[in-house]
């Protein structure tokens, strides 16, 4: 087999296709930015007429979780945006809620990063549970018999090379000696390959931290400079070193967790939100996060039968338990990393981190500042630092 460590070398296919959910991604997000209507339209009021449909069509194929992430990021968009809007059109009282909005904005992804060390925890405590499952034929079996309309097993690598007719009792036999082979499990809820170890402690450790260092909730502001055409909303706090490390803890994450699928949902999906974030849309990581992220839920509940099975678009992981472990190394040592910087931060400014800004010596708060505020935000937000706007750099 040949990989790219993470990820097998696959077909043509798998990377036209990677492009085509990377640019989509970034397209409706930016869509929505521009046009804030079209969060309503598509997110709100879409997303609720469709919710009859994903829960019919798509539940028994892929369960039932699926569909409440997909309610709670319907919600999460509508929020999202509703934020953006009101605080355009009243941006003393946006001023005034910035703490509200911020707090609103963090239970949205710290509960969403809690969600996923839970998880975590789980793949670690299951591990012989998924092993033995996949090694055990009816097992699998009944993992194809409770994915209504598609089939999670064949397609998978583990089912290559068989002669056996696909779903017959030879078939299967063969494909749980393959697993038991290779030490690859397979959570038999969702039918997903995984493999448990000590990296799944380490990622939650990550994602914990990664929750901890959120910082400047109160800090949140609308586009006020008028030589900008698009206004946004802004966190200024929300910096180069939190985004990595969220980046590194999501990835670890999902490698662990649907390994096989993070050739989409982390590095298509993380890149779009982190390469808006760095470029052409500074300080609004956050929004890109929540409507790629709202994109693809919605894509994963409506489509699964595209999605979700063994298909000619899935890049399979190497379920090598070395790249799990230095996925996980990396996001838990950059996050110590980031909890110590943030720790260094303030106790030199005596700043409450989660309200005040912290990382105001940075040159990227300076620039999103200098871009996004006009005399007015840069007023509040230097006063909420204890400084004045030009003792700041903006």
Same mark, same amino acid.
């Given at each position: 087999?040949?990989?790219?460590?993470?990820?097998?070398?696959?077909?043509?296919?798998?990377?036209?296709?990677?492009?085509?959910?990377?640019?989509?991604?970034?397209?409706?997000?930016?869509?929505?930015?521009?046009?804030?209507?079209?969060?309503?339209?598509?997110?709100?009021?879409?997303?609720?007429?469709?919710?009859?449909?994903?829960?019919?069509?798509?539940?028994?194929?892929?369960?039932?979780?699926?569909?409440?992430?997909?309610?709670?990021?319907?919600?999460?968009?509508?929020?999202?945006?509703?934020?953006?809007?009101?605080?355009?059109?009243?941006?003393?009282?946006?001023?005034?809620?910035?703490?509200?909005?911020?707090?609103?904005?963090?239970?949205?992804?710290?509960?969403?990063?809690?969600?996923?060390?839970?998880?975590?925890?789980?793949?670690?405590?299951?591990?012989?549970?998924?092993?033995?499952?996949?090694?055990?034929? =009816?097992?699998?079996?009944?993992?194809?018999? =409770?994915?209504?309309?598609?089939?999670?097993?064949?397609?998978?690598?583990?089912?290559?090379?068989?002669?056996?007719?696909?779903?017959?009792?030879?078939?299967?036999?063969?494909?749980?000696?393959? #697993?038991?082979?290779?030490?690859?499990?397979?959570?038999?809820?969702?039918?997903?390959?995984?493999?448990?170890?000590?990296?799944?402690?380490?990622?939650?450790?990550?994602?914990?931290?990664?929750?901890?260092?959120?910082?400047?909730?109160?800090?949140?502001?609308?586009?006020?400079?008028?030589?900008?055409?698009?206004?946004?909303?802004?966190?200024?706090?929300?910096?180069?070193?939190?985004?990595?490390?969220?980046?590194?803890?999501?990835?670890?994450?999902?490698?662990?967790?649907?390994?096989?699928?993070?050739?989409?949902?982390?590095? =298509?999906?993380?890149?779009?939100?982190?390469?808006?974030?760095?470029?052409?849309?500074?300080?609004?990581?956050?929004?890109?996060?929540?409507?790629?992220?709202?994109?693809?839920?919605?894509?994963n509940n409506l489509l699964p039968e595209i999605l979700v099975?063994?298909?000619?678009?899935?890049?399979?992981?190497?379920?090598?338990?070395?790249?799990?472990?230095?996925?996980?190394?990396?996001?838990?040592?950059?996050?110590?990393?980031? #909890?110590?910087?943030?720790?260094?931060?303030?106790?030199?400014?005596?700043?409450?981190?989660?309200?005040?800004?912290?990382?105001?010596?940075?040159?990227?708060?300076?620039?999103?500042?200098?871009?996004?505020?006009?005399?007015?935000?840069?007023?509040?937000?230097? =006063?909420?630092?204890?400084?004045t706007p030009s003792e700041l750099g903006l």
């Amino acid at each position: 087999m040949q990989s790219l460590f993470l990820w097998e070398i696959g077909t043509p296919i798998v990377y036209v296709t990677w492009f085509v959910v990377f640019a989509a991604q970034i397209a409706i997000s930016e869509i929505n930015r521009r046009w804030n209507w079209t969060i309503f339209v598509l997110w709100t009021i879409g997303g609720i007429a469709l919710m009859p449909y994903a829960a019919l069509h798509g539940t028994p194929m892929v369960g039932w979780f699926p569909f409440g992430k997909y309610a709670i990021m319907v919600a999460t968009a509508t929020m999202t945006g509703f934020l953006l809007w009101y605080g355009k059109r009243n941006p003393e009282k946006a001023h005034r809620y910035a703490l509200w909005f911020g707090v609103a904005l963090w239970i949205g992804l710290a509960a969403n990063i809690m969600e996923a060390n839970i998880r975590d925890v789980t793949i670690f405590f299951e591990a012989d549970n998924y092993l033995r499952c996949a090694a055990d034929p =009816a097992c699998l079996k009944q993992i194809n018999d =409770a994915h209504v309309g598609i089939d999670m097993i064949n397609g998978l690598p583990e089912t290559r090379g068989i002669e056996a007719a696909v779903g017959t009792p030879e078939w299967y036999t063969t494909v749980a000696a393959n #697993f038991q082979a290779s030490g690859v499990g397979i959570d038999p809820a969702t039918g997903f390959r995984t493999i448990g170890g000590y990296w799944n402690l380490l990622t939650a450790a990550a994602g914990a931290l990664n929750i901890i260092t959120i910082t400047g909730l109160g800090s949140i502001f609308i586009t006020s400079n008028p030589a900008q055409k698009v206004r946004g909303l802004i966190w200024p706090d929300m910096l180069w070193p939190w985004v990595i490390a969220y980046d590194l803890w999501n990835h670890a994450f999902l490698y662990n967790a649907l390994a096989d699928y993070t050739w989409y949902c982390t590095l =298509a999906l993380l890149l779009a939100c982190t390469v808006p974030a760095f470029t052409w849309a500074k300080g609004q990581w956050l929004w890109f996060r929540c409507f790629t992220l709202m994109f693809w839920i919605a894509a994963n509940n409506l489509l699964p039968e595209i999605l979700v099975p063994p298909s000619s678009i899935t890049n399979f992981s190497t379920m090598n338990p070395t790249a799990n472990a230095v996925c996980a190394w990396a996001a838990f040592l950059f996050n110590v990393g980031l #909890f110590g910087y943030w720790i260094y931060r303030i106790r030199v400014t005596g700043r409450n981190p989660w309200k005040d800004p912290l990382f105001t010596n940075l040159g990227e708060f300076r620039e999103i500042m200098r871009l996004h505020a006009d005399d007015s935000d840069k007023h509040f937000i230097a =006063a909420k630092a204890g400084k004045t706007p030009s003792e700041l750099g903006l």
